[in-house]
């Protein structure tokens, strides 16, 4: 079966993802590859990225569309020519409607930066420094239509430092998604 992995930005954690299938060897031992990076964004980087690591990539627009529900759909179209037995968002910075997450529900996953269910939406480490956070973290989640509200699969913790820029909180919580995603969606597979 293929993984399709959906990203906005970088794709740090889409490479992350990929590269763990080569070196844990998900191919054979749950017969999955990861097959397409696709994006909203014509100019991310994860599609050249993602490329390199011998991913197919393809972009969906979403400035060609007049609805979310249109543009949704046309996401759907695309990631469906892969039949993706999992369809991972990294990155990816677009809400997604009700029928898009109904279509996949149960094989749709995603990383928050923070530890859900504290600070869902934006900025996530700039909140929690001025909140006065010890730790902070990410979340891998099970993509519900309540927004970074769905059911957790894998957490990862960091302190917060003292003095700590939410840039330096972000890069100590990122360098820790690129093991938790991977390692969750292993768990994942397994499970299967
Ligand atoms: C990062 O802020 C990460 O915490 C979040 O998405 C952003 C970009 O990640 N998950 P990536 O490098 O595009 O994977």
Request: with cysteine; aromatic share 6%.
């Amino acid at each position: 079966g293929n993984i399709v992995i959906l990203v906005s930005g970088g794709g740090s954690n889409m490479a992350a993802i990929a590269r763990a299938a080569q070196a844990r060897r998900w191919a054979e031992r749950f017969g999955v590859r990861v097959a397409a990076v696709v994006s909203n964004k014509p100019d991310a980087g994860g599609l050249e990225l993602g490329r390199e690591l011998g991913l197919e990539a393809a972009v969906v627009d979403h400035r060609g569309f007049d609805s979310r529900e249109a543009f949704d759909a046309a996401l759907a179209d695309t990631i469906d020519r892969w039949q993706p037995v999992l369809v991972v968002l990294a990155g990816f910075m677009r809400i997604l409607t009700p029928g898009f997450v109904a279509r996949y529900e149960g094989r749709l996953v995603n990383i928050h930066p923070s530890l859900l269910p504290a600070f869902p939406g934006l900025h996530t480490h700039r909140r929690a420094i001025e909140a006065g956070c010890q730790v902070a973290g990410a979340t891998v989640h099970l993509v519900t239509a309540e927004l970074d509200h769905g059911p957790i699969l894998a957490q990862a913790v960091v302190p917060v430092l003292a003095g700590d820029a939410p840039e330096a909180l972000a890069a100590r919580v990122l360098s820790q998604e690129h093991r938790l995603y991977p390692e969750a969606i292993e768990g994942w597979l397994a499970a299967r």
